[in-house]
Nanobody
Framework: QVQLVESGGGLVQAGGSLRLSCAASGWFGTYNMGWFRQAPGKEREFVAGIGWIAGTAYYADSVKGRFTISRDNAKNTVYLQMSSLKPEDTAVYYC???????????????????WGQGTQVTVSS
């Protein structure tokens, strides 16, 4: 069983940066990890993921070049560094574990096994 706790959300102006953290307890090292987000009235969507074997990173097109995902297996923590934030990045951000990642793969939230409670990110214009 894996438990995930996100932190680092908040209010930031457009163009600013935030770093989200996701601390995992339980079995962590062999899970793919991901970040998803859900804006009001919208479906939850994939943002970024990182594989457990080689640490390969995957990104949604909307965040490529602006967001960076990383993991520290020794600390059981995954990070999402967000830069050049836009108002459309406003959402609740969720950490997830246990899903599939791959180039060209449609990454579906319902295929991920474990979820955190979410952290709000608000980007003002």
């Amino acid at each position: 069983q894996v438990q995930l706790v996100e932190s680092g959300g908040g209010l930031v102006q457009a163009g600013g940066s935030l770093r989200l953290s996701c601390a995992a307890s339980g079995w962590f090292g062999t899970y793919n990890m991901g970040w998803f987000r859900q804006a009001p009235g919208k479906e939850r969507e994939f943002v970024a993921g990182i594989g457990w074997i080689a640490g390969t990173a995957y990104y949604a097109d909307s965040v490529k070049g602006r967001f960076t995902i990383s993991r520290d297996n020794a600390k059981n923590t995954v990070y999402l560094q967000m830069s050049s934030l836009k108002p459309e990045d406003t959402a609740v951000y969720y950490c997830a574990a246990g899903g599939r990642l791959g180039v060209g793969l449609r990454i579906k939230p319902d295929e991920w096994n474990y979820w955190g409670q979410g952290t709000q990110v608000t980007v003002s214009s």
